[in-house]
């Protein structure tokens, strides 16, 4: 599902809009990036962002989608149609 707005950078920080599905665009990278088999450090250099910050998004991602471990999350947003 695609995001209707662009990432906003305000004062340092990217504020994200959320999509239909409940999840914001860089949730959806997140997964993404799971989902090719980076481990979270990489992606965090992709997105250029902190791992920590990712990490705290990794653990939105597993309580929406009710999941233990990240393959079970990836599994799940296939599943669910957020992700391909």
Do not use: H, W
């Not at 809009?17 to 090719?36: C, H, M, P, S």
């Not at 999941?67 to 999350?73: G, K, L, S």
């Amino acid at each position: 599902m695609p995001v209707t707005e662009a990432p906003i950078k305000t004062d340092g920080r990217r504020k994200y809009a959320v999509a239909e599905n409940g999840f914001n665009q860089a949730e959806i990278d997140l997964l993404t990036y799971l989902a090719k088999g980076y481990d979270i450090p990489k992606a965090a250099r992709f997105m250029g962002i902190s791992k920590y910050t990712l990490c705290d998004y990794r653990k939105r991602v597993l309580k929406k989608l009710d999941a233990c471990t990240q393959a079970e999350a990836v599994y799940q947003a296939v599943k669910r149609g957020i992700i391909q």
